[in-house]
């Protein structure tokens, strides 16, 4: 198993740009989280999927993030547009069942310049 | 709602010697609870997680973590540490609820001093 696959690895856009992240979570797993990590907020949940459904989407920052899974293989996290404030590195993790814990990707580093 | 306490954000110790890294969480309800390890440059990894039975959990790397429910408390232990131990550790909690989000407390950086 390929764990869960995030790309790009870093990724650095000027501010006002279009980003968009992506994820493949684990093959079965039937829940997704998005996260992000800074040194000032440590880790926040953003949002999180069930079976594809956005389930709880209250940690979304404002209305220039928004998220998708079209497909059990696949999700998306856009910002539009970005701002040096969501410089951070964001994780996607998935899960079977949330009481065995996540698996986490490598996560991307962004950087708004 | 849930919360969790990771009382010390740095916690320095010498190769070899022991260490534990306090945690506290605040529930209404039963929980589960969750130590995590990151690694420089990389993602969350599960290092153990009590879930019912036995209050002492076992978990990988030599780790272990003690449940204790009059203190609410989930201390994560190592008799003996090495410098690959070097990381960021992060408690974790959840309801045994229909509410699947798990939350995590502010972590703690573990510094291994030669």
């Known amino acids: 198993d390929a764990g869960v696959i995030q790309s790009p690895r870093h990724e650095v856009t000027e501010m006002g740009q279009e980003v968009t992240l992506r994820c493949k979570p684990i093959s079965g797993h039937d829940y997704l989280f998005w996260y992000r990590q800074t040194m000032m907020r440590g880790l926040e949940l953003l949002i999180y999927f069930n079976n594809n459904v956005p389930i709880d989407d209250s940690g979304m920052p404002e209305d220039r993030f928004s998220a998708k899974m079209p497909n059990a293989s696949f999700s998306t996290l856009k910002i539009q547009p970005s701002e040096p404030r969501d410089s951070a590195v964001y994780f996607c993790?998935?899960?079977?069942?949330?009481?065995?814990?996540?698996?986490f990707g490598s996560g991307t580093r962004l950087t708004v310049v | 709602a849930q919360s969790v306490t990771q009382l010390d954000s740095q916690v320095p110790v010498f190769e070899e010697a022991p260490v534990e890294l306090r945690c506290n969480y605040s529930?209404?309800?039963?929980?589960?609870l969750f130590w995590y390890v990151q690694y420089p440059n990389q993602g969350l990894q599960l290092l153990l997680k009590y879930l019912s039975g036995s209050t002492l959990v076992k978990g990988i790397n030599g780790f272990e973590a003690e449940f204790n429910k009059s203190q609410t408390s989930f201390h994560l232990r190592k008799p003996s540490v090495h410098i690959s131990d070097t990381a960021e550790y992060f408690c974790a909690v959840r309801a045994m609820n229909r509410d699947d989000k798990i939350i995590f407390g502010k972590g703690t950086r573990l510094h291994i001093l030669p």
């Open positions: 529930s209404s309800v039963s929980v589960y």
């Open positions: 993790a998935s899960s079977s069942t949330p009481n065995y814990g996540y698996t």
